[in-house]
């Protein structure tokens, strides 16, 4: 493994686990190294508690990823994952002083609790799943017979957060911030999407992907080949400037 490389978090989207990003592993190679973040319930700790608020949450993840930053690091999270990545990428800065590379914020908008007649946590999971299937963000798993059960009830722990989140104005983090969309997404819209210029001091870009919400899933080689252009070759720059100046 390289010196150089640069750590990339993942976090999962609502009601799957971090396995999802097993696949991007391999396929970065060892410059940017993925690490799926695990949450609670689910993927290789199944026997924990779910969590349907975010300070447990964040409680049992950070030590992880605290532990985990032991070279430059960036986030990605998609849906619910993108608000736990932002709510990290925060509390790195004003618990640990590090700062990320970039933040990406793929498939949501800037985090906010919504109108009740619009969350979902709360219903019988045949509504739950109408609800949500209207915005295409039926998460995968969720209507096979024999993952429905484990998928369902950590995608209403993970809806019973989200809409439950209350993000305190005064968290601004200090790195460039990625919004990631689908260009067939009907669950996010445009001033969703630009609401997150409001959680950085840094340049926001945006940038659209072919597919809907779960475009993760299908343009996946378009991410990687984002994230390389983004970790790869500005590590790569930073070493050569170093190095000149050491030989003066």
């Known amino acids: 493994m390289s010196d150089s490389s640069v750590r990339l978090f993942c976090l999962p989207f609502e009601g799957v686990s971090a396995g999802v990003y097993l696949p991007w592993c391999e396929a970065l190679g060892p410059s940017v190294v993925v690490t799926p973040v695990e949450l609670p319930g689910r993927g290789r700790h199944p026997q924990t508690r779910l969590c349907s608020r975010m300070e447990p949450l964040l409680a049992d993840v950070m030590p992880y990823v605290a532990r985990m930053c032991d070279r430059p690091f960036a986030l990605y999270g998609h849906g619910f994952g993108a608000l736990v990545a932002y709510e990290i990428t925060a509390r790195l800065e004003w618990e640990h002083d590090a700062v990320a590379e970039r933040l990406y914020v793929s498939g949501a908008g800037l985090p906010h609790r919504p109108a009740p007649d619009r969350a979902v946590g709360g219903l019988p999971d045949a509504e739950m799943l109408r609800r949500l299937g209207e915005h295409g963000r039926i998460p995968p798993g969720a209507q096979d017979p024999r993952r429905a059960a484990r998928v369902l009830t950590a995608l209403r722990a993970d809806r019973t957060v989200l809409e439950t989140y209350r993000r305190d104005p005064r968290h601004v983090v200090h790195c460039p911030v990625t919004v990631m969309t689908g260009r067939d997404d009907r669950s996010v819209t445009a001033a969703d999407l630009a609401g997150w210029r409001r959680c950085t001091r840094r340049p926001l870009r ?19 080949d984002t994230f390389g252009r983004d970790l790869i070759r500005p590590q790569a720059a930073r070493r050569a400037m170093a190095a000149s100046a050491a030989a003066y």
Do not use: I, K, R, V
């Not at 945006?206 to 990687?224: I, Q, S």
């Open 206 to 224: 945006t940038d659209t992907f072919p597919g809907g919400h779960y475009f993760p899933l299908t343009a996946g080689w378009e991410l990687l």
